[in-house]
């Protein structure tokens, strides 16, 4: 239980660590920003999920199918470290794409070691409903905006995206998604 002398304590401690941050107007721009990309991420993330729901199709199924549509034929540890996955975590993940019919691994020509991710037919009905899903999403939450703020957020982000890539030595395609 909580009490008086603790609740003055952590008010106290949060205040110090407050007034040691002491962020200026434009940290708090800055911030305000990137929280904003972020949880706007996670927002349409959760949406899509919604959307995606009576197909059976899980957020880390369709990120994945994107990943490998985008680096299609990628070795699986290559296909982990875009999707910032462990490499088991991935491996996993694409059993189950792989007993779903939607993939295949197939050795490397150069290294049977090496497993290579490639698409399958299998897959088709699923980039449909993926297809499907987008209208209604562009409609839901892009109402409002005209193609020049789209434009500019657009431009805005791809800015932002490429000194994120930079940073994070990135580069390119492979971190499209």
């Known amino acids: 239980m909580i009490n008086a002398k603790d609740m003055t304590d952590r008010s106290s401690t949060n205040s110090n660590f407050a007034a040691r941050l002491n962020p200026n107007?434009?940290?708090?721009?800055?911030?305000?920003?990137?929280?904003?990309?972020?949880?706007?991420?996670?927002?349409?993330?959760?949406?899509f999920d919604k959307v995606m729901e009576p197909h059976n199709l899980t957020r880390a199924q369709w990120w994945a199918i994107m990943h490998i549509m985008l680096n299609e034929g990628q070795s699986q540890s290559d296909l982990a470290r875009v999707m910032q996955m462990g490499r088991s975590a991935a491996g996993k993940l694409l059993d189950r794409l792989e007993a779903k019919g939607w993939i295949e691994r197939?050795?490397?020509?150069?290294?049977?070691?090496?497993?290579?991710?490639?698409?399958?037919e299998g897959v088709a009905p699923v980039f449909d409903a993926i297809v499907s899903g987008g209208p209604p999403l562009f409609e839901t939450?892009?109402?409002?905006?005209?193609?020049?703020?789209?434009?500019?957020?657009?431009?805005?982000?791809?800015?932002?995206?490429?000194?994120?890539?930079?940073?994070?030595?990135?580069n390119g395609r492979a971190s499209w998604l």
Request: charged share 30%; proline share 1%; no cysteine.
């Open 106 to 120: 197939r050795p490397d020509e150069g290294d049977q070691r090496l497993l290579r991710v490639f698409l399958l």
């Open 141 to 170: 939450l892009l109402d409002g905006l005209s193609e020049e703020e789209e434009r500019a957020i657009l431009s805005g982000l791809g800015k932002i995206r490429a000194n994120a890539e930079r940073a994070a030595g990135v």
């Open 25 to 47: 107007a434009e940290q708090l721009r800055h911030g305000d920003l990137l929280y904003t990309i972020h949880e706007l991420s996670r927002l349409i993330s959760t949406h």
